[in-house]
């Protein structure tokens, strides 16, 4: 899944840095599962917006895994603030996952 962006050098940068961001009960990064959506930088404000979601709304890690993405991008990027958000639109499958993961996952 391609992830949406105003800045493609940060974004790089950015998604390097999330892949040490798991999900505990899948053991694969956030980027891998395709849970990240899009990641917008605002120079001027030194803000980063991250819109993102999870394998299912109801999903037990769901807080720990967006606190994990809020703080691998805050210790990234240092003096920004992150702003998340969690969306349920589009849903996420397991199409939505790289082909590294599927490797991972042997899928």
Not at 36 to 54: G, H, P, V, W
Request: charged content about 20%; proline content about 5%.
């Amino acid at each position: 899944m391609n992830v949406a962006t105003n800045n493609d050098l940060r974004c790089t940068i950015a998604l390097a840095s999330l892949h040490d961001v798991l999900d505990p009960e899948i053991g694969l990064n956030v980027v891998d599962l395709g849970l990240i959506y899009q990641l917008n930088f605002e120079e001027d404000s030194r803000k980063i917006f991250a819109l993102m979601t999870l394998t299912t709304q109801f999903c037990p890690m769901g807080q720990s895994i967006a606190d994990g993405v809020k703080n691998n991008l805050s210790a990234c990027f240092p003096g920004y603030d992150v702003e998340l958000e969690l969306v349920f639109d589009p849903p996420w499958n397991h199409e939505m996952i790289s082909e590294e993961g599927q490797n991972f996952l042997n899928r």
